[in-house]
């Protein structure tokens, strides 16, 4: 029996195993921290896919989104982005089979 993975249940699990944000402070620049976004590798059906937190600090939109609070989620399968969730909403890339 296959488990039914959703877009809830994947955010909350990338948020749970996810390492920590916080990376050794940057060499010569006291007081400022570099910040790696969170993500994820799991195994669906088969495929390998990456999971990525939005880096707020870019110019799409859906940075803009999640600079104001929204949960963000990038991912990708075989290097190419295939969708994209919002708040546990799931936006699907290109053409759908």
């Known amino acids: 029996m296959k ?3 959703t877009a809830g249940s994947i955010l909350g ?4 195993r ?3 944000r916080r990376v ?8 400022r921290h570099r910040w ?14 990456l999971g990525i937190e939005q880096n707020p600090k870019t110019k ?3 940075a ?9 989620m990038q991912f990708i399968q075989d290097g190419r982005y ?3 969730v919002v708040d546990g909403k799931v936006i699907l890339y290109g053409k759908q089979k």
Do not use: H
Not at 36 to 49: A, K, M, P, S, Y
């Open 24 to 31: 050794a402070p940057d060499s010569g620049r006291e007081g």
């Open 36 to 49: 790696r976004l969170r993500q994820v590798e799991f195994v669906v059906d088969g495929n390998t896919i």
């Open 64 to 72: 803009q989104m999640a600079r104001s609070g929204k949960k963000v």
């Open 13 to 16: 699990n990338v948020l749970r």
């Open 3 to 5: 488990s039914r993975l």
């Open 18 to 20: 996810s390492t920590d």
């Open 60 to 62: 799409s939109r859906w």
């Open 82 to 84: 295939v969708a994209v």
